[in-house]
C-alpha cells in the first residue's frame, strides 16, 4: 500500500514539473524549461542568432498533440506564478521577478542553448558599443 501512495506522489510531481516550486521562481523557472522539453524541444546546438531563428520555429512546428501538452504546462506554470504573487506587495513582485529571471537563465534549457553559441557577434557589438561611448565622451 505504501508504495502505491508512493507511486502515486512521485507520478503526481513528475506529471506538473512545479512540485515544491510553489512561491518559489526557481521552480516555476526550471518548470518552464520542463514544458519544452517534455513537448520535444531541443535547446542544444545552438551556435548562432539563425539557430535562435530555428528554435524559435521549433516551437510553431510542433505537432498539434505536443503543442497542447506544452500549452497545458505552460499554462499551469502561469497559474503557479499567478498564485504565487497574488498577495504579494509590490516590492515582493519586482523581488519575484528579478529571482525568476534569473533563475531563467540559468535553467537546463538556457544553459544548453548557451553552451555551444558563438559570441563573435556579441563581442563585435560590445567593441562598437565601447567605441561610440568613448566617442561620445571625448
Known amino acids: 500500500m505504501k508504495f502505491q501512495i508512493f507511486s502515486i506522489l512521485a507520478v503526481l510531481c513528475i506529471t506538473i514539473s512545479s512540485c515544491g516550486s510553489e512561491g518559489n521562481p526557481e521552480g516555476r523557472?526550471?518548470?518552464?524549461?520542463?514544458?519544452?522539453?517534455?513537448?520535444g524541444?531541443?535547446?542544444s546546438g545552438i551556435s548562432s542568432e539563425r539557430d535562435l531563428n530555428r528554435l524559435m520555429g521549433k516551437f510553431g512546428d510542433l505537432p498539434e498533440k505536443d503543442m497542447q501538452?506544452?500549452?497545458?504546462c505552460v499554462l499551469e506554470v502561469m497559474k503557479g506564478i499567478q498564485k504565487d504573487v497574488k498577495d504579494m506587495n509590490d516590492s515582493e513582485k519586482s523581488k519575484y521577478i528579478r529571482e525568476l529571471a534569473k533563475a531563467?537563465?540559468?535553467?537546463?534549457?538556457?544553459?544548453?542553448?548557451?553552451?555551444e553559441f558563438k559570441y563573435d557577434e556579441f563581442e563585435k557589438m560590445l567593441d562598437l558599443g565601447v567605441r561610440q561611448m568613448e566617442k561620445e565622451l571625448d
Do not use: L, P
Not at 501538452?69 to 497545458?72: D, E, S, T, V
Not at 531563467?104 to 553552451?115: A, H, N
Open 29 to 39: 523557472a526550471d518548470a518552464m524549461c520542463d514544458c519544452a522539453k517534455d513537448a
Open 41 to 43: 524541444v531541443d535547446f
Open 69 to 72: 501538452k506544452a500549452g497545458k
Open 104 to 115: 531563467t537563465i540559468d535553467t537546463d534549457c538556457v544553459v544548453d542553448g548557451m553552451e
